[in-house]
């Protein structure tokens, strides 16, 4: 079955959605998205995301040509027309069209495209997984901008290497974020997260709710050759949620399983986005 986008205004076929060629999201890699996921077929962290991609829009330079309220329900109204399966929703910004090819002219695109959830190995889940690091520091990291070639690139590396994901890291050592996800790891009962230079994911700001009164966290730097060292380790995204994380390049961390902490945050996480989507309010 066919999925429905919204493009700039119009509610299409996902094989009829097109842009203009002279779009300077096509031209220039000049836009901004934001991704999210539904849980039992809502999406229940719709305006936690919204809010995101106008500060992104905001941090390079787009004004959106509606509200956060009327991109919420847009978002509501493209999940409608859609099949009622587990859903992905991105929302994509682009520049707009543009004469010369670089200036912005003020009218930014909107387009929303809805389709089927993703779904992971439970082997990830249940005995954890591997991710590299790589040097890198993202331009503007508070904003989660179309420009996705390192990731692509690094993605790659990481593949070959049988890891899942490539956590960037500065020129001092610290480890920052993943190409699409925010890294935890404990030591003892420590929880740490990086918290500046990166991009504050949704999910990670739900597993520190959740975890604030369970655990000590700790909102800091970690040193690469720290993060070796942890005793368990974890990254949080919208479409994988947590995966505990068991080798980091040719480390072992831990006991190679996933740890008793980042289980029940595992735990924790999953009963808390069953009850909020199916709740009534």
Not at 47 to 52: G, I, L, N, S
Request: contains cysteine; hydrophobic residues 40%; neutral net charge.
């Amino acid at each position: 079955m066919a999925n429905v986008y919204y493009v700039d205004g119009k509610f299409v076929l996902d094989s009829e959605a097109v842009l203009p060629v002279n779009d300077l999201g096509l031209l220039r890699g000049y836009g901004c998205f934001d991704f999210m996921r539904t849980y039992n077929g809502r999406a229940i962290f719709v305006r936690d995301h919204v809010k995101r991609l106008f500060r992104s829009a905001m941090q390079i330079g787009v004004k959106l040509p509606v509200s956060e309220d009327e991109l919420v329900l847009l978002v509501d109204q493209t999940l409608k027309r859609n099949p009622p399966v587990e859903s992905s929703i991105r929302i994509l910004v682009t520049g707009g069209s543009s004469p010369d090819f670089i200036t912005p002219q003020g009218r930014p695109r909107i387009v929303i495209m809805v389709s089927p959830l993703s779904s992971y190995p439970q082997a990830w889940y249940q005995e954890g997984a591997k991710i590299i690091t790589v040097p890198h520091v993202r331009s503007l990291p508070g904003s989660k901008s179309i420009d996705y070639i390192r990731a692509i690139l690094v993605l790659a590396e990481a593949r070959e290497k049988g890891a899942i994901e490539a956590v960037y890291v500065d020129p001092e050592g610290q480890v920052r974020e993943g190409t699409t996800s925010n890294i935890f790891a404990f030591f003892g009962d420590r929880l740490a997260t990086p918290g500046r230079d990166i991009l504050h994911g949704i999910t990670r700001q739900k597993v520190l709710e959740l975890v604030e009164n369970k655990f000590s966290v700790e909102i800091r730097d970690i040193r690469r050759d720290e993060l070796l060292r942890a005793d368990e380790v974890f990254i949080t995204s919208s479409n994988r949620l947590i995966v505990p994380i068991v080798r980091v390049d040719d480390g072992i961390i831990g006991s190679a399983q996933p740890g008793r902490q980042t289980r029940s945050v595992l735990q924790a996480f999953a009963e808390y986005t069953d009850r909020l989507s199916k709740s009534s309010t």
